[in-house]
């Protein structure tokens, strides 16, 4: 397994509409840097940075500077219609991204909803196999874990398969363990994202936040091994973050290069401790 990280590694140093926004946001060729910085190999730039908002020139510049650096790209994107993730498998192809992650809305959707998507992602599986790249739909609140595994075992296509996000499903509710009980069978790479459940303050409710990786609930030992057990060792993991807004744009950006740094050494010493030291 490969540790990289992405545009969803630090989204306020990016910038996050309705906040203040920083003085110099991170655009993609900075987020290269930062992954140089970082000692990852893959970056995975998402719907956050909107590739399809780049010209042909500013992608191929991407292209050629993740080259120089030694990074492997991978694209993002929301949605999942047919015109929209045509466009997308051409950005990928064109920047040399073997990977495409895309998400749903993250509003509860029904039988409809998912038989849209099924033929959104049905009408592009030439294209991705012309094109070689292979599209990881990534698992959210949209719909059960047993949904998208679902879906995966209808479209019976090696090029579709799940981005498995350890965090995302709780908005269903589903635990991790039921999620990547039902979706790791069909795991193109992993977001490793880290949160806690805390009370609020009158006692009455829960509150789900995210934390730097190791500091919350996911046992990411167990993530890995169930991965592992499904012969999934060359999967690139993904780090994702939910910082909060700490007041200002600047000390909060300080708090996510923290939490940055302190995810990416506690997932290379994870990933070190079970043999996969290709970083």
Same mark, same amino acid.
């Given at each position: 397994?490969?540790?990289?990280?992405?545009?969803?590694?630090?989204?306020?140093?990016?910038?996050?509409?309705?906040?203040?926004?920083?003085?110099?946001?991170?655009?993609?060729?900075?987020?290269? &840097?930062?992954?140089?910085?970082?000692?990852?190999?893959?970056?995975?730039?998402?719907?956050?940075?909107?590739?399809?908002? *780049?010209?042909?020139?500013?992608?191929?510049?991407?292209?050629?500077?993740?080259?120089?650096?030694?990074?492997?790209?991978?694209?993002?994107?929301?949605?999942?219609?047919?015109?929209?993730?045509?466009?997308?498998?051409?950005?990928?192809?064109?920047?040399?991204?073997?990977?495409?992650?895309?998400?749903?809305?993250?509003?509860?959707?029904?039988?409809?909803?998912?038989?849209?998507?099924?033929?959104?992602?049905?009408?592009?599986?030439?294209?991705?196999?012309?094109?070689?790249?292979?599209?990881?739909?990534?698992?959210?609140?949209?719909?059960?874990?047993?949904? *998208?595994?679902?879906?995966?075992?209808?479209?019976?296509?090696?090029?579709?398969?799940?981005?498995?996000?350890?965090?995302?499903?709780?908005?269903?509710?589903?635990?991790?363990?039921?999620?990547?009980?039902?979706?790791?069978?069909?795991? *193109?790479?992993?977001?490793?994202?880290?949160? &806690?459940?805390?009370?609020?303050?009158?006692?009455?409710?829960?509150?789900?936040?995210?934390?730097?990786?190791?500091?919350?609930?996911?046992?990411?030992?167990?993530?890995?091994?169930?991965?592992?057990?499904?012969?999934?060792?060359?999967?690139?993991?993904?780090?994702?973050?939910?910082?909060?807004?700490?007041?200002?744009?600047?000390?909060?950006?300080?708090?996510?290069?923290?939490?940055?740094?302190?995810?990416?050494?506690?997932?290379?010493?994870?990933?070190?401790?079970?043999? &996969?030291?290709?970083?």
């Amino acid at each position: 397994m490969k540790l990289g990280i992405g545009s969803w590694s630090v989204p306020w140093s990016v910038g996050v509409a309705g906040y203040p926004q920083p003085a110099n946001p991170l655009g993609a060729i900075g987020l290269l &840097d930062k992954a140089v910085e970082a000692g990852v190999s893959v970056v995975q730039i998402a719907d956050n940075l909107p590739l399809h908002q *780049f010209s042909d020139e500013e992608l191929d510049r991407l292209r050629d500077a993740a080259c120089a650096r030694g990074v492997t790209l991978e694209a993002g994107t929301r949605g999942v219609e047919a015109d929209h993730l045509a466009r997308y498998i051409g950005i990928a192809h064109r920047i040399g991204a073997r990977i495409l992650r895309t998400v749903l809305s993250g509003s509860l959707c029904g039988p409809e909803k998912l038989a849209a998507a099924e033929a959104g992602i049905r009408a592009v599986l030439p294209l991705l196999e012309r094109e070689d790249v292979n599209l990881a739909l990534e698992n959210n609140e949209a719909f059960s874990a047993a949904e *998208f595994a679902g879906l995966i075992q209808r479209l019976a296509s090696p090029r579709v398969g799940i981005c498995l996000d350890t965090a995302n499903s709780l908005g269903r509710p589903e635990t991790l363990e039921t999620v990547a009980g039902q979706l790791a069978p069909y795991a *193109f790479e992993l977001h490793a994202k880290e949160y &806690d459940i805390e009370r609020v303050a009158t006692r009455m409710g829960l509150s789900i936040v995210g934390k730097a990786a190791g500091d919350g609930r996911v046992d990411f030992d167990w993530v890995l091994a169930e991965l592992r057990r499904h012969g999934h060792t060359e999967i690139n993991v993904i780090v994702e973050q939910w910082p909060p807004f700490a007041g200002s744009i600047e000390e909060t950006v300080r708090i996510e290069e923290e939490w940055l740094s302190r995810s990416v050494r506690f997932l290379r010493a994870k990933l070190a401790e079970s043999g &996969d030291r290709r970083e």
